[in-house]
Nanobody
Framework: VQLQASGGGLVQAGGSLRLSCAASGITFFSRAIIGWYRQAPGKQREFVTDISPGRITNYAESVKGRFSASRDNAKKTVSLQMNSLKPEDTAVYYC?????????WGQGTQVTVSS
């Protein structure tokens, strides 16, 4: 299984970015829970959001109302729309796939929010 994250970049506070994660080598993508995590410099990786096979989403309190996750099972992709970005959102963002007992991670994409 390979996960390719993209869409990161540099944005000013208050701006928006849309991250995407494309999965390959996975047969039952539609049955997987897809998540986004992030890791800021000097900090542990933290949960951002996940979306279930039934498209139920969970969000960290810090991003509720600003971030929105979606998935396209036909394309085996998941997106993360990030609005009203804050400097504290600066981190490397990783997509994550959990399928049955297995967990897979993408390589991460850098998001930098300037004040």
């Amino acid at each position: 299984v390979q996960l390719q994250a993209s869409g990161g970049g540099l944005v000013q506070a208050g701006g928006s970015l849309r991250l995407s994660c494309a999965a390959s080598g996975i047969t039952f993508f539609s049955r997987a829970i897809i998540g986004w995590y992030r890791q800021a410099p000097g900090k542990q990786r933290e949960f951002v959001t996940d979306i279930s096979p039934g498209r139920i989403t969970n969000y960290a309190e810090s991003v509720k109302g600003r971030f929105s996750a979606s998935r396209d099972n036909a394309k085996k992709t998941v997106s993360l729309q990030m609005n009203s970005l804050k400097p504290e959102d600066t981190a490397v963002y990783y997509c994550n796939v959990r399928l049955y007992r297995d967990t897979y991670w993408g390589q991460g994409t850098q998001v930098t929010v300037s004040s």
